[in-house]
Antibody, heavy 118, light 107 residues
Framework: QVQLVQSGAEVKKPGASVKVSCKAS????????INWVRQAPGQGLEWMGWMNPNSGNAGYAQKFQGRVTMTRSTSITTAYMELSSLRSEDTAVYYC???????????WGQGTLVTVSS | DVQMTQSPSSLSASVGDRVTITCRASQSINSWLAWFQQRPGKAPKLLIY???TLESGVPSRFSGSGSGTEFTLTISSLQPDDFATYYCQQYNSYSWTFGQGTKVDIK
């Protein structure tokens, strides 16, 4: 069965970087884009960007341009999202999600809580 | 960027009620719209994609309609399991936008 398993919770200081991993299994990793979505406490869902595991190409929401990098390792079927220059407003649960053929996220990771605090 | 306006932001309903949630896009997105259910502390769950296609395993009491800029999620007979927050999501030009969410709670 399709599974996306994310890395554990992180606590970071303002100005630091965080790298969240998303291990895919149960399907052909290179055949589906991975998107990243975050959710601040008590807030809605916010799209951050996409990454094509086959080519390594990525596209980012304007809000995160220059601060986010999405990469992958095909040998271990894992996608990564790195966010730099963290500030308190980046405190959120970060999700990876597989995009289906109709541009909708059909499978989601369990989420990774990133807390930014001095 | 395409903006999504979802309404209402919250509603109270009883088991057995028919519930309707609406999303409006700031420009035409054809049928590139999905609906999700999210329970507290859990990842969102895909219910409907391509505006009206039911995801495998989702109960048939959920349905979606619309195209262009106006979309609707309908729950025909609300069940105890359905009290949650619902989001719409659009795709346009390699980017996604989510609606603000609709919290459905017990009247």
């Amino acid at each position: 069965q399709v599974q996306l398993v994310q890395s554990g919770a992180e606590v970071k200081k303002p100005g630091a970087s965080v790298k969240v991993s998303c291990k895919a299994s149960g399907y052909s990793f290179i055949s589906y884009d991975i998107n990243w979505v975050r959710q601040a406490p008590g807030q809605g869902l916010e799209w951050m960007g996409w990454m094509n595991p086959n080519s390594g190409n990525a596209g980012y929401a304007q809000k995160f341009q220059g601060r986010v990098t999405m990469t992958r390792s095909t040998s271990i079927t894992t996608a990564y999202m790195e966010l730099s220059s963290l500030r308190s407003e980046d405190t959120a649960v970060y999700y990876c999600a597989r995009r289906n053929d109709w541009h909708s996220p059909d499978y989601w990771g369990q989420g990774t809580l990133v807390t930014v605090s001095s | 960027d395409v903006q999504m306006t979802q309404s209402p932001s919250s509603l109270s309903a009883s088991v057995g009620d028919r519930v309707t949630i609406t999303c409006r896009a700031s420009q035409s997105i054809n049928s590139w719209l999905a609906w999700f259910q999210q329970r507290p502390g859990k990842a969102p769950k895909l219910l409907i994609y391509q505006a009206s296609t039911l995801e495998s395993g989702v109960p048939s009491r959920f349905s979606g309609s619309g195209s262009g800029t106006e979309f609707t999620l309908t729950i025909s007979s609300l069940q105890p399991d359905d009290f949650a927050t619902y989001y719409c999501q659009q795709y346009n030009s390699y980017s996604w936008t989510f609606g603000q969410g609709t919290k459905v709670d017990i009247k």
